[in-house]
C-alpha cells in the first residue's frame, strides 16, 4: 500500500523560505512523476509542481515558477519543495501526490492534473503573513 507523508510545513513571513518533503513508503517512483498540489475548503485542487526523473521533466504551475523548486531523491525515496520568496497567496494546504502513469503519458496537458495522480498524502499547512 502507498503512504504518502508530507512535512516541513509552518508559518513563515513573505519573502521567507520553507521547504516541504514527502517521504513515500510502497512507491517507487521509477518510469513514472510525483507532484505538489496545494488546496483550499471550498476550492479546486491546483497543482503546483510535477517532477518525472526518469524522462527528465518538470513542470511548475506559473505563480511559482522562478521561486519554487521541486526534487525527487531517488536514494530517500522522498520529494521535496523548495519554497522561497513566499508570499501570502501561497498559504494553503500543500499535498503530495504520486502517479503511476508512465512519464511518456505525462506532459505539460496533464502533469498538474489531479486526475494523473492516484496515491495522496494527508497534507501539511503552509501559512504566509504579510
Known amino acids: 500500500q502507498v503512504q504518502l507523508v508530507e512535512s516541513g510545513g509552518g508559518s513563515e513571513q513573505a519573502g521567507g523560505s520553507l521547504r516541504l518533503s514527502c517521504a513515500a513508503s510502497?512507491?517507487?517512483?521509477?518510469?513514472?512523476?510525483m507532484g505538489w498540489f496545494r488546496q483550499t475548503p471550498g476550492r479546486e485542487r491546483e497543482g503546483v509542481a510535477s517532477i518525472c526523473p526518469a524522462g527528465g521533466k518538470v513542470y511548475y504551475t506559473n505563480s511559482v515558477k522562478g521561486r519554487f523548486i521541486i526534487s525527487h531523491d531517488n536514494v530517500k525515496n522522498t520529494l521535496d519543495l523548495q519554497m522561497n520568496s513566499l508570499i501570502p497567496e501561497d498559504t494553503d494546504m500543500y499535498l503530495c501526490a504520486a502517479s503511476s502513469r508512465p512519464w511518456r503519458l505525462i506532459g505539460h496537458t496533464n502533469a498538474l492534473a489531479g486526475y494523473t495522480y492516484n496515491a495522496w498524502g494527508q497534507g501539511t499547512r503552509v501559512t504566509v503573513s504579510s
Open positions: 510502497g512507491y517507487t517512483i521509477g518510469e513514472s512523476c
